[in-house]
């Protein structure tokens, strides 16, 4: 199993709602991140979990809340978004999270709107 | 923090040659990614280098250079399902071994 599972695929919401993206993998990863992604644009990195402990913060506003409750699971919970928050969040995962050959595995995303 | 620069766009004809460039700067080099990216779909890996010259991989390869910062991903034999955006990934063991993106270049294969 080489998947990494997004939920939902498509999400919309409104700027005082509270929603969550979840994201699982079962290839035993033990690093595992959330990157956001505008039309046209590169993915940015936005939280990097190794070892269910936050590694990287890249100075993103807490309107967005990271949680790994298990090796397995990573979401994204979301609350008082703003319009220009829409976009891909891509969850991906790596094995360890520590460099060399480790390529990053991607889910294929979900697509939020924010009105 | 790290540059990453490649084309936007470039178009090519089915069953030639493409060469995409990539120039990065960054100070704590760990390798060096390609990844493929379809419309609304994830991006998905095609290679990696760390060490100097060329890697293939069947209809792909890449090439690094770490002395320029500079690497290329060749695709031979384009089909039109190779229409896509291209994204280089430079991994930097001071940025916690995360991949930072460049901006992806878009080809187009024509018939």
């Known amino acids: 199993d080489t998947e990494v599972t997004q939920t939902p695929k498509h999400l919309v919401m409104g700027m005082t709602n509270k929603k969550s993206l979840k994201c699982e993998q079962h290839m035993g990863h033990r690093a595992m991140y959330w990157y956001k992604q505008k039309a046209k644009k590169p993915p940015e990195l936005m939280f990097v979990y190794s070892y269910e402990k936050l590694s990287i913060n890249e100075s993103v506003p807490s309107r967005f809340s990271p949680e790994c409750p298990n090796s397995s699971l990573l979401n994204l919970h979301l609350h008082a978004l703003q319009p220009e928050d829409s976009a891909l969040y891509l969850c991906?995962?790596?094995?360890?999270?520590?460099?060399?050959?480790?390529?990053?595995?991607f889910g294929s995303g979900t697509q939020l709107s924010v009105l | 923090g790290q540059n990453i620069d490649q084309p936007t766009e470039m178009t090519a004809t089915e069953g030639a040659i493409v060469q995409i460039n990539c120039t990065y700067q960054t100070s704590g080099f760990n390798g060096l990614f390609w990844y493929q990216q379809h419309a609304g779909e994830a991006p998905t890996f095609l290679s990696y280098n760390v060490l100097d010259g060329l890697e293939e991989k069947g209809r792909f390869s890449s090439f690094l250079s770490r002395s320029k910062g500079y690497s290329y991903l060749l695709l031979k034999e384009l089909q039109m399902k190779d229409s896509a955006s291209y994204l280089c990934a430079v991994r930097d063991r001071n940025s916690g071994y995360a991949l930072n993106f460049g901006k992806g270049t878009s080809l187009l294969v024509t018939p």
């Open positions: 991906a995962s790596s094995q360890d999270g520590t460099g060399g050959d480790e390529k990053l595995f």
